[in-house]
């Protein structure tokens, strides 16, 4: 199994340019989510969704769309990106939410730098 | 304020020394406990959940203290490869959304 993958893990945009970040599991898992991850801070959640059709916000979503058509694939996009989601992001996934079986198994990350 | 936070260290260890941190968080209905590991550019991995009673899992020890919301996390008999960012993940509802503190560097040397 492959686990979470990201796809592309580098990318350099210019200002105003739009992009798509993909992440793909194949464990069958119903939660997915994407996080950024900035120097100095903890990671942060964009946005979650808790099954196949459906997303929902979470603590810093503006600037970021996402869909989830297919129950192993979360897509996030940059409409057009600004200097400030330069960051590294991650994308997870788990079988269940809540509790403390709830282990979340990250993609490898992918390093976005906007100029 | 931040919801989880900790001392970002670095703590410098000796090989075969015990190292042992702390995390607070601020929301008091928060549920479940976890420390994640995170090596140099790579992706958090669970290292431990926290449980109410503490546990242990070989060398490392965590504790939870719900009375002054803290965390933390002891490692005995430090590796070389124990040398990781520590991070302190809490989460407060149903739906999984974790909340992570900025993460603990940990630098064992030989």
């Known amino acids: 199994n492959a686990g979470v993958t990201q796809t592309p893990k580098f990318r350099v945009l210019k200002t105003g340019q739009s992009m798509t970040l993909l992440c793909a599991q194949d464990?069958?898992?119903?939660?997915m989510y994407w996080y950024r991850q900035d120097p100095g801070m903890g990671l942060r959640l964009i946005h979650y969704?808790?099954?196949?059709?459906?997303?929902a916000k979470g603590e810093v979503p503006d600037g970021y769309n996402v869909s989830r058509l297919k129950k192993q694939n979360f897509l996030l996009g940059l409409e057009s990106a600004a200097p400030s989601q330069t960051s590294v992001y991650f994308c997870?996934?788990?079988?269940?939410?809540?509790?403390?079986?709830?282990?979340?198994?990250f993609g490898p990350g992918t390093r976005l730098t906007v100029l | 304020r931040k919801e989880v936070e900790q001392d970002p260290g670095p703590f410098n260890v000796p090989e075969g020394a015990t190292v042992a941190f702390n995390c607070t968080y601020s929301?008091?209905?928060?549920?479940?406990f976890f420390w994640y590991r995170q090596d140099c550019r790579k992706e958090p991995k669970l290292l431990m959940s926290?449980?109410?009673s503490g546990n242990e899992d070989g060398r490392f020890t965590a504790q939870l203290n719900r009375a002054s919301q803290y965390i933390s996390l002891l490692i005995r008999d430090s590796k070389l490869s124990d040398s990781a960012t520590y991070l302190c993940?809490?989460?407060?509802?149903?739906?999984?959304?974790?909340?992570f503190g900025a993460g603990t560097q940990v630098v064992v040397t030989p």
């Open positions: 997870a996934s788990s079988y269940s939410a809540g509790g403390p079986k709830n282990e979340q198994f």
């Open positions: 969704s808790v099954g196949e059709g459906t997303t």
């Open positions: 464990m069958n898992h119903e939660y």
């Open positions: 993940v809490v989460t407060t509802d149903s739906w999984g959304k974790l909340q």
């Open positions: 929301n008091s209905a928060s549920q479940s």
């Open positions: 926290v449980y109410s």
